[in-house]
């Protein structure tokens, strides 16, 4: 039986957004976060041939490095689990090596940003290698998490129940993330996180509304949180499709 859900931007960017999705079980959207961090496969550096380190840095330090520069991730039938793409450096002190100077074999896989650091080189210091990115998931690798802020909460409904009495000294009320204000969505930042800025002299009350859960979502650079969010969802339609086959035999 098909279940209908109501999705709400609160904040949308290409690699952060805020969304509201209604109609779902507290089950469905963990499993939804635990498939965005753990199911989606992306691209990253998995082994690394020096030609020349002169650097103050062991191999091993500058590969673990390389290894945790995000990379695009090609769109989704381009590549397969274990997919190859090479990428290589070569830098020449006095100058600081960034991942924009890896250069890659194929135009679909780059560094996602341009100016995180790898290896600072003085007067006469040299780093040259060759990297191989793998394609392949977060749960066999942080390496491979593209979502690097994944998170939910409920969203909480706000009611003013009544007025404070006039000798009565305000408490401070702290909510984080997104309330619902008749029928608004307010990200609790636009009043400092407090309850007692939005409702001065008020007595307000909080309560989750029922199957209503708020996502936070950041992604590395990888792709953007739209990407990330639908090959999720995939990934979960995917091995429901295999369980059921299983049941089945």
């Known amino acids: 039986m098909a279940t209908d859900y109501d999705v709400e931007f609160v904040e949308r960017e290409d690699r952060e957004a805020r969304f509201l999705v209604r109609g779902v079980t507290p089950a469905f959207a963990n499993g939804i976060r635990r498939a965005m961090v753990a199911d989606v ?55 600081t090596a960034y991942s924009g100077d890896l250069v890659s074999s194929d135009d679909l896989v ?7 650091p790898i290896i600072q080189l003085k007067d006469d210091q040299r780093l040259e290698a060759e990297a ?16 690097v802020a994944v998170g939910y ?9 009544g007025d404070l009495d006039e000798f009565e000294e305000q408490e401070s009320q702290i909510v ?14 636009e009043f ?17 509304v029922p199957e209503a859960f708020v996502f936070h979502v950041e992604t590395d650079g990888s792709f953007t949180v739209d990407e990330l969010v639908t090959r999720a969802a995939d990934s979960i339609i995917d091995r429901a499709t295999e369980l059921e086959d299983a049941v089945q035999l």
């Open 153 to 161: 909460r409920h969203l909480q409904r706000v009611e003013v129940v």
């Open 41 to 95: 496969p992306t691209m990253a550096v998995d082994t690394v041939r020096f030609i020349e380190n002169s650097s103050v840095m062991f191999d091993e330090q500058i590969a673990l490095r390389l290894g945790l520069v995000p990379l695009t991730t090609p769109p989704e039938g381009e590549f397969v689990e274990d997919d190859t793409v090479t990428l290589s450096i070569d830098v020449q002190g006095p100058a």
């Open 192 to 208: 400092d996180h407090d309850l007692a800025n939005r409702y001065p002299g008020k007595e307000v009350r909080l309560e989750d």
């Open 132 to 147: 191989d990115a793998i394609m392949n998931h977060g749960k066999n690798h942080a390496k491979h998490q593209g979502g």
């Open 176 to 189: 984080r993330g997104v309330v619902e204000d008749d029928g608004e969505l307010v990200p609790t930042s």
């Open 110 to 116: 780059q560094p996602a940003d341009e100016n995180v």
